[in-house]
């Protein structure tokens, strides 16, 4: 659905064009934040010395509290109370990254829209260089990982083999070494709210929009505070959701595996011949282990991919909310906070 649909599903006031014009910032950051208030007052610092720099008092900070079991919600509520710029969003529970990030992306007001993470391993000081880059036509302007700092061998190569993993799978083009840390314009926004999928990889989203899109080369540091929240099997799931989400090769390499292992079955086959004719076999057992084993193992690993598609169909089918938004609240001026809001 559009942007000003799913405004109004939330229950944000909707004003007049000329009004929500004249009053839309120039810039909206946005921030999932989960288990993040360690970091939150640091945050805060940076991205408004940035956003002042670079737009003056003309930015927005929304800060989505995505279930913390922390006190972040509360930290983002003082926020909210000593700084006019800030927008504190509370989602009814923990939804995940790629939900919490879509809930904010939906509030966000302004002309353009910065995505970043609240652990300050992508530097809001690059705003500066991403709006020169916007100013020349570009509608997104997207964050390239140099180098990455604090993260183990093996977080950094399961991370490149899967960019490179992906990059092979689908026909969009998805950058290399890239997260959600990006600059993107209001027109490109619209488009990415429009889209209603459920399993969602907004980067993936993102680059599936099309229009110009540029890179800006940075090093990538450690967490600020605390640590990671994306464990293995967070990543791996964030994986199944890109791959499902933007290509069917899943399930024409199942085709291919089924040829294959049906060649391998006629090669055991011939095998155990041999050893039946050489009398080297307990009678009916090696040929039976073979067929059993072999397909068997063929059909449960199509049937799972099947599975990660079909299970993904089912809940698109229920066309439930992407989110419930316990309270948005802006300011004592602009409060929405209250009953429950679907997005």
Same mark, same amino acid.
């Given at each position: 659905?559009?942007?000003?649909?799913?405004?109004?599903?939330?229950?944000?006031?909707?004003?007049?064009?000329?009004?929500?014009?004249?009053?839309?910032?120039?810039?909206?950051?946005?921030?999932?934040?989960?288990?993040?208030?360690?970091?939150?007052?640091?945050?805060?610092?940076?991205?408004?010395?940035?956003?002042?720099?670079?737009?003056?008092?003309?930015?927005?900070?929304?800060?989505?509290?995505?279930?913390?079991?922390?006190?972040?919600?509360?930290?983002?509520?003082?926020?909210?109370?000593?700084?006019?710029?800030?927008?504190?969003?509370?989602?009814?529970?923990?939804?995940?990254?790629?939900?919490?990030?879509?809930?904010?992306?939906?509030?966000?007001?302004?002309?353009?829209?910065?995505?970043?993470?609240?652990?300050?391993?992508?530097?809001?000081?690059?705003?500066?260089?991403?709006?020169?880059?916007?100013?020349?036509?570009?509608?997104?302007?997207?964050?390239?990982?140099?180098?990455?700092?604090?993260?183990?061998?093996?977080?950094?190569?399961?991370?490149?083999?899967?960019?490179?993993?992906?990059?092979?799978?689908?026909?969009?083009?998805?950058?290399?070494?890239?997260?959600?840390?990006?600059?993107?314009?209001?027109?490109?926004?619209?488009?990415?709210?429009?889209?209603?999928?459920?399993?969602?990889?907004?980067?993936?989203?993102?680059?599936?929009?099309?229009?110009?899109?540029?890179?800006?080369?940075?090093?990538?540091?450690?967490?600020?505070?605390?640590?990671?929240?994306?464990?293995?099997?967070?990543?791996?799931?964030?994986?199944?959701?890109?791959?499902?989400?933007?290509?069917?090769?899943? $399930?024409?390499?199942?085709?291919?595996? +089924?040829?294959?292992? !049906?060649? @391998?079955?006629?090669?055991?086959?011939?095998?155990? %011949? /041999?050893?039946?004719?050489?009398?080297?076999?307990?009678?009916?057992?090696?040929?039976?282990?073979?067929?059993?084993?072999?397909?068997?193992?063929?059909? $449960?690993?199509?049937?799972?991919?099947? +599975?990660?598609?079909? !299970?993904? @169909?089912?809940?698109?089918?229920?066309?439930?909310? %992407? /989110?419930?938004?316990?309270?948005?609240?802006?300011?004592?001026?602009?409060?929405?906070?209250?009953?429950?809001?679907?997005?």
């Amino acid at each position: 659905m559009g942007a000003a649909k799913m405004l109004d599903r939330l229950g944000v006031e909707m004003l007049p064009d000329g009004v929500l014009a004249e009053r839309a910032p120039d810039l909206s950051v946005v921030v999932p934040c989960y288990n993040e208030i360690d970091s939150l007052t640091e945050l805060h610092r940076r991205v408004a010395a940035a956003c002042t720099q670079v737009v003056g008092d003309s930015f927005e900070i929304v800060l989505v509290n995505d279930g913390s079991r922390d006190e972040t919600w509360n930290g983002i509520q003082s926020l909210v109370a000593a700084d006019c710029h800030v927008v504190g969003a509370n989602l009814s529970r923990n939804y995940g990254h790629q939900i919490a990030l879509s809930a904010g992306l939906t509030l966000a007001r302004g002309k353009r829209i910065l995505i970043i993470d609240a652990d300050l391993q992508d530097p809001p000081e690059l705003l500066s260089g991403m709006m020169q880059k916007m100013d020349t036509g570009i509608d997104v302007v997207y964050g390239q990982r140099r180098t990455r700092s604090g993260e183990s061998v093996f977080k950094k190569l399961s991370a490149a083999g899967f960019y490179r993993l992906l990059d092979q799978l689908i026909e969009i083009k998805i950058p290399l070494d890239t997260g959600d840390f990006r600059l993107i314009s209001r027109r490109a926004l619209d488009v990415l709210n429009a889209m209603p999928e459920q399993h969602r990889f907004v980067r993936g989203m993102v680059s599936w929009i099309g229009l110009r899109q540029e890179p800006i080369f940075y090093e990538r540091a450690e967490r600020f505070a605390g640590v990671t929240h994306y464990p293995l099997s967070k990543m791996v799931r964030l994986a199944f959701d890109a791959i499902t989400g933007f290509s069917v090769q899943p $399930l024409r390499m199942a085709s291919y595996l +089924g040829s294959a292992v !049906g060649l @391998l079955g006629c090669g055991l086959l011939v095998y155990t %011949l /041999f050893r039946w004719a050489t009398g080297n076999v307990v009678e009916g057992w090696t040929s039976l282990m073979v067929v059993v084993v072999t397909l068997a193992s063929a059909q $449960l690993f199509v049937l799972g991919i099947i +599975g990660e598609y079909l !299970g993904r @169909l089912y809940i698109e089918a229920k066309r439930r909310p %992407l /989110f419930i938004l316990e309270a948005v609240i802006r300011n004592e001026a602009h409060s929405t906070a209250g009953s429950p809001r679907k997005g």
